[in-house]
């Protein structure tokens, strides 16, 4: 890891703890977004433009280049992996979308499934996943 970067934290017990804040919040979703950014980045060709090239768009990515996000998760093993399945079921529905469309049954059940991941997670941490 570079030294000019800086690594973000993020707690998961931050809810529990009480130190849920504006700067917490704000680090939480840019964190989350810079993974979806990173997950993205080697995305194969889809018809028209590559599900990476809309998966950017989507997430109003402008660079070209991403390293891999500079963050560390911490929390309890049940948060971590409930942090991490709802990550998964993010990046999945989104494929699943920008490949077969919105009105999609695949697209409604992906959709189904990231409800309920997003559910876990916020039942297990009490902090409001930040991508709805």
Request: aromatic content about 6%; cysteine-free; overall charge positive.
């Given at each position: ?8 934290i ?8 009480g130190?849920?804040?504006e700067?917490f919040?704000?680090?939480f979703?840019?964190?989350?977004k810079?993974f979806l950014?990173y ?6 060709p ?5 599900v990476s090239q809309?998966?950017?768009a989507?997430l109003?990515?402008?660079?070209i ?9 911490v929390?309890?093993?049940?948060q ?5 399945n709802?990550l998964?079921k ?10 077969h469309?919105?009105n ?7 959709h189904a499934e ?6 876990n997670f916020e039942?297990?941490?009490?902090i409001?996943?930040p991508l709805k």
């Open positions: 890891m570079s030294s000019d970067i800086q690594q973000t993020i707690n998961l017990n931050a809810n529990k703890q130190i849920i804040n700067s919040i704000q680090a979703g840019d964190t989350v810079s950014k997950m993205f980045k080697d995305a194969p889809a018809v028209g433009p590559t809309r998966a950017r989507a109003r990515e402008e660079e280049g991403l390293d891999a996000p500079r963050a560390r998760i929390g309890t093993p049940t971590i992996s409930a942090f991490g709802a998964s993010e990046k999945k529905y989104m494929e699943t979308f920008l490949k469309g919105l999609d049954p695949r697209s409604f059940a992906s990231l409800n309920k991941a997003v559910a039942k297990e941490t009490g409001k996943w």
